[in-house]
């Protein structure tokens, strides 16, 4: 059996993190959301169709033809015309039934396999407000009646959350689906071809289920793993002086200098500089490469590759991106005085994120003068920079 993971879209609503990367690299605990999904396929299937499109010569560097064994093939999106074209463009190089995947979300290995022991079927989940998602109606067998778009009216609370298990008849249904009013093929439209043809049931999702919309989304995803699949070890040099309490990860060349403290879950990445003086809280990710030194406070955060805290920052629920430079004093808020949930600008929507704590967002190689102040919810565009002294109260593009 094989699978597909569909991973070629541009991703407008996680910028400025996904101007310069597509959505499938960016980093959960350290190693890409394609990463953490191979892993869960590992051992269920003998084989992964990647369909990629923006920036597909980044996947095709990062991951090649081989991840841990399991074979790798490249499916190139030229038009994106939705999930159900996505599909479709693999018809030539999949014979077999398969497992498809949304390629931004992350799903628990045991529910996969559970969807895979089907012939035809769907993962679900129930949740409080479906309307956000394509939701099922089925009946007492769980057996598909009707599957709706972000129906206007509830009708059930179970949502689809993008996997699904099909036989090859389903590319002869996808050539004969007509476009939706977006002008896409949606492979939801083939799923209620098949259910009103056939049996096509939904298998109700008993693990997690991360998706990751936006970019603060990364920040839930992140918090996740760290929760439960940090395994604590010290690869580095850890200075006596240093104090290190609950689950810590350090990797190799990392040096933890005197007057750090870490208390985890925390992950630390491979040559990471780490102190002197700092503070290193809960959730806090560094991956390769960073630097967070005197006076530095870093809490429930990532900071990709390369990117530095170096001297009185404070970085709170905030994604700093790859090779990032905060100048000495800059703050990120992440609460509102009025205690009400951080907003978002989002291709100019105020969106509501549903986080009470939310700080910045910093594209790659953005670079802050001294004694910035940055307001809960702002992004900044890569390559940007700041003033010394300037308070950003609005998102600063390029």
């Known amino acids: 059996m094989k699978a597909i993971i569909m991973a070629a879209g541009e991703s407008t609503r996680t910028v400025p993190l996904t101007l310069t990367r597509p959505k499938a690299l960016l980093p959960v605990m350290n190693q890409p959301i394609l990463a953490r999904q191979l892993d869960a396929l590992s051992g269920l299937v003998d084989g992964v169709v990647i369909v990629v499109g923006y920036r597909e010569a980044m996947i095709r560097e990062r991951f090649g033809v081989e991840y841990r064994g399991l074979p790798l093939t490249y499916v190139s999106q030229t038009e994106r015309r939705g999930t159900g074209h996505a599909v479709l463009s693999c018809a030539g190089v999949v014979n077999e039934p398969f497992l498809v995947m949304n390629g931004d ?15 035809q079927a769907a993962l679900a989940l129930a949740v409080e407000d479906p309307r956000p998602y394509g939701v099922y109606e089925t009946d007492d067998d ?9 129906p ?13 298990k099909f036989t090859p008849a389903v590319f002869d249904v996808l050539r004969e689906t007509a476009p939706s009013e977006r002008g896409e093929i949606e492979l939801t439209s ?43 070890e010290n690869l580095g040099e850890v200075s006596p002086a240093a104090h290190l309490t609950g ?27 780490v102190g002197p ?8 990710t560094l991956c ?26 404070y970085v709170g629920d905030s994604i700093l991106g790859e090779g ?47 004694h910035t102040a940055i307001y809960p919810g702002r992004k900044l565009w890569p390559h940007t920079s700041t003033r010394p002294g300037q308070v950003v109260d609005r998102d600063i593009m390029a």
Not at 324 to 343: E, F, I, M, P, W
């Open 247 to 273: 689950a810590v990860y350090i990797g190799r060349g990392t040096v933890v200098r005197p007057g750090a403290v870490i208390d985890g879950p925390v992950y630390i990445g491979d040559r990471c500089e």
């Open 288 to 313: 390769d490469g960073c630097k967070v030194g005197q006076a530095s406070e870093i809490k429930n955060s990532i900071l990709m590759d390369g990117a530095k805290a170096p001297h009185q920052n």
């Open 105 to 119: 979300d992350l799903y628990d290995p045991r529910d996969l396999a559970r969807v895979a022991e089907r012939d």
């Open 324 to 370: 990032v430079n905060l100048g000495c004093g800059t703050v990120t808020a992440n609460y509102r005085h009025d205690k009400s949930a951080q907003k978002s600008v989002i291709k100019d929507q105020l969106i509501d994120t549903g986080r009470r704590k939310l700080g910045a967002i910093l594209g790659d190689h953005v670079h802050t003068g001294i």
């Open 142 to 150: 769980d057996r598909v009646v009707r599957l709706v778009e972000k």
């Open 190 to 232: 083939a799923v209620q071809t098949l259910a009103e043809r056939g049996d096509f049931r939904v298998v109700r999702a008993g693990g997690y289920w991360l998706p990751v919309g936006y970019a603060w989304h990364l920040l839930d995803a992140n918090a996740f793993w760290l929760d439960n699949f940090l395994r604590p």
């Open 152 to 164: 206007k009216e509830v009708f059930s609370n179970l949502a689809n959350i993008g996997v699904y």
């Open 277 to 284: 003086n700092c503070w290193l809280r809960p959730g806090a």
